[in-house]
């Protein structure tokens, strides 16, 4: 029973705020003059009414769990990544490059832009946590403006040197990838791809890495006491570049699977419209930064976008109904950060210390 117990407390705060997002939800379907238990079994049914339907979430929910685990890893280790969007912005564009313009077969080339992915997105946060090592640059707000960098960086490339010309559309997008280098469907005829398997994967591994390694103690040291890990001999600035490149590196994965399983070329705007990186920042949040409830976050966050989609089809309630759950969902993680912040400045008063 203690054990239970250990296992479910870390997921009591998440489902709390699920339910009160519901219940504002269900105020905003009452406002809008719908019926809450119609449009609740709608948003189900558009999000698992059916195989299609559930494989389609659960590939929306495959790149937010990717960014929601590098998020969730750099959270513990103490750093406050911000950059998700532009690492997996970064990790599509390369991946899609290579997937391009690298020789050979298939398989082999599609490997290459996964790891090439991870790598671009894992250095473009490594920069961010250099610019804070070595010059004290706030890793918050480089984080956040290297998305600007990133976005029009690749946006620019697009609409110009890589731009497809060989269609008659004007969108800003590189080529389409040969259909040898697209990744697997686990199913035939439906969208969920092999990404969905890494993800899992990934949130396992990250899972017992922050639980049963030694690198994973000194990690949640680092990010639950930095001062007790400094004594204790845990070196910041190696441990923030190592977190942050695997942080990047889990967000670059997340765009290049988008790539390589869903869209098949990069399009100028699709992952920022698509909201993939800050939902999975979301997901990370919600779930305390625990890799398997940012897994469970991000496949419910998934869910309220494509069952919001199955809401405005066959009733009178928008769409924007999901994104009014979400904002309570960003209120409630707001206010229990502000919770928390409050009890540690009680307890330097208190108590005389900063730990």
């Known amino acids: 029973m203690n054990k239970l117990t250990k296992y479910a407390s870390p997921l009591l705060q998440p489902l709390i705020a699920v339910l009160v997002g519901l219940l504002a939800g269900a105020i905003a379907i009452m406002i809008s003059g719908g019926d809450v238990l119609e449009t ?11 195989f299609y339907f559930t494989t389609n979430t659960l ?51 599609c490997i290459a832009a996964l790891i090439a992915g991870v790598a671009a997105g894992g250095l473009w946060s490594v920069m961010a946590g250099y610019f ?37 559309a004007a969108m800003a997008q590189s080529a389409m990838l040969d259909k040898s280098v697209w990744l697997p469907k686990i199913f035939s005829g439906m969208p969920l791809h092999l990404g969905f398997v890494f993800a899992v994967v990934g ?12 690198a994973g103690y000194e990690i949640r040291m680092l990010g639950g006491n930095p001062l007790f890990a400094l004594y204790g001999g845990i ?49 990370a949040l919600l779930a305390s930064s625990n ?43 707001s206010a229990r950060f502000t919770y928390s912040f409050w009890k540690r400045r009680k307890g330097i008063k208190s108590h005389g210390t900063a730990v």
Do not use: C, H
């Open 40 to 50: 609740y079994t709608e948003a189900w049914k558009g999000a698992f009414g059916g």
């Open 235 to 283: 070196n910041r600035g190696s441990m923030m570049i190592i977190s942050m490149f695997i942080s990047g590196g889990l967000a670059g994965l997340g765009g290049a699977v988008e790539i390589l399983g869903s869209q098949y070329r990069y399009i100028d705007g699709a992952l920022t419209s698509a909201d993939y990186a800050w939902t999975g920042i979301m997901a």
């Open 291 to 333: 890799p398997i409830g940012t897994m469970i976050a991000a496949v419910f966050l998934a869910a309220l976008q494509t069952g919001g989609m199955g809401v405005e089809r066959n009733t009178e309630v928008p769409l924007e109904v999901g994104a009014i759950i979400q904002s309570v969902l960003i209120l409630f993680i």
């Open 59 to 109: 590939t929306r929910a495959t790149p937010i769990i990717l960014v929601g685990l590098g998020a969730a890893f750099a959270f513990r280790a103490g750093f406050f990544n911000l950059g998700a969007p532009g690492q997996m912005i970064f990790g599509a564009l390369v991946a899609a490059l290579v997937g391009l313009y690298m020789p050979g077969p298939g398989w082999l080339v």
């Open 203 to 214: 949130s396992l591994i990250i899972y017992v890495l922050l639980k049963r390694s030694v």
């Open 132 to 168: 804070d090592a070595r010059f004290a640059v706030n890793l918050l707000i480089s984080t956040l403006l290297l998305n600007y960098i990133a976005d029009l960086f690749a946006g620019y490339l697009v609409a110009y040197p890589l731009k497809d010309t060989s269609g008659s």
